[in-house]
Antibody, heavy 119, light 109 residues
Framework: EAQLEESGGALVRPGGSLKISCAAV????????MTWVRQAPGKGLEWLAD???????YYAESVKGRFTVSSDYEKNTFHLEMTDLRPDDTAVYFC?????????????WGRGTQVTVAS | QSVLTQPPSVSGAPGQRVTISCSGS?????????VHWYQQLPGTAPRLLIY???NRPSGVPDRFSGTKSGTSASLAISGLQAADEAIYYC?????????FGGGTKLTVL
């Protein structure tokens, strides 16, 4: 069964940077479109960024220019690098796979990693 | 304020049928983009419930069904069970970027 596991969440000062990662098991990052979604405390889901199977990147307007998604095919992992972090970036960050066989819906999810931005 | 509008809450008694709406516009749902639905139980990651408007992944009971018409979509849950108490999100696209609805909390009375 395919699995994803996030890591790297931390407490960061406002204005700081952080890189979180998502390791894939029994699915190949190279052959899939992978995504990051976050959920602020008590709030709904917010899509952040995709990296397609072809390596093309897409970003929500709310994070464009501050967040960068990348892949490490050797480690079968993908990352989200976040800069100029603000208190409203505090959230649980989930990674997910957009499956071709489910019309690009998110069919595999990680458990999430907590990012807290506070002084 | 989400571009896709869902009611904040719905409720129903065990055994009843409820529907959750997801209202968009000609820029997203009405532009012939697919709608997907997710269920999120407290403290857990979301789970795919319906994909491509009306398809169920394996393992999702047929009590859950989805429809799409024009600029809106709906999720129906029949034979309500206590275990269905969760938050439900629709997801679609606009200008090829993804977007979620604000979520609907389902309470089983």
């Amino acid at each position: 069964e395919a699995q994803l596991e996030e890591s790297g969440g931390a407490l960061v000062r406002p204005g700081g940077s952080l890189k979180i990662s998502c390791a894939a098991v029994d699915l190949t990052v190279r052959g899939n479109s992978m995504t990051w979604v976050r959920q602020a405390p008590g709030k709904g889901l917010e899509w952040l960024a995709d990296i397609s199977s072809g390596g093309k990147m897409y970003y929500a307007e709310s994070v464009k220019g501050r967040f960068t998604v990348s892949s490490d095919y050797e480690k079968n992992t993908f990352h989200l690098e976040m800069t100029d972090l603000r208190p409203d970036d505090t959230a649980v960050y989930f990674c997910a796979r957009a499956g071709d066989h489910v019309y690009d819906a998110f069919d595999v999810w990680g458990r999430g990693t907590q990012v807290t931005v506070a002084s | 304020q989400s571009v896709l509008t869902q009611p904040p809450s719905v409720s129903g008694a065990p055994g009843q049928r409820v529907t959750i709406s997801c209202s968009g516009s000609s820029s997203n749902i009405g532009a012939d983009y697919d709608v997907h639905w997710y269920q999120q139980l407290p403290g857990t990651a979301p789970r795919l419930l319906i994909y491509g408007n009306d398809n169920r992944p394996s393992g999702v009971p047929d009590r859950f069904s989805g429809t799409k018409s024009g600029t809106s979509a709906s999720l129906a849950i029949s034979g309500l069970q206590a275990a269905d108490e969760a938050i439900y999100y629709c997801q679609s696209y606009e200008s090829a970027l993804r977007l979620f609805g604000g979520g609907t909390k389902l309470t089983v009375l």
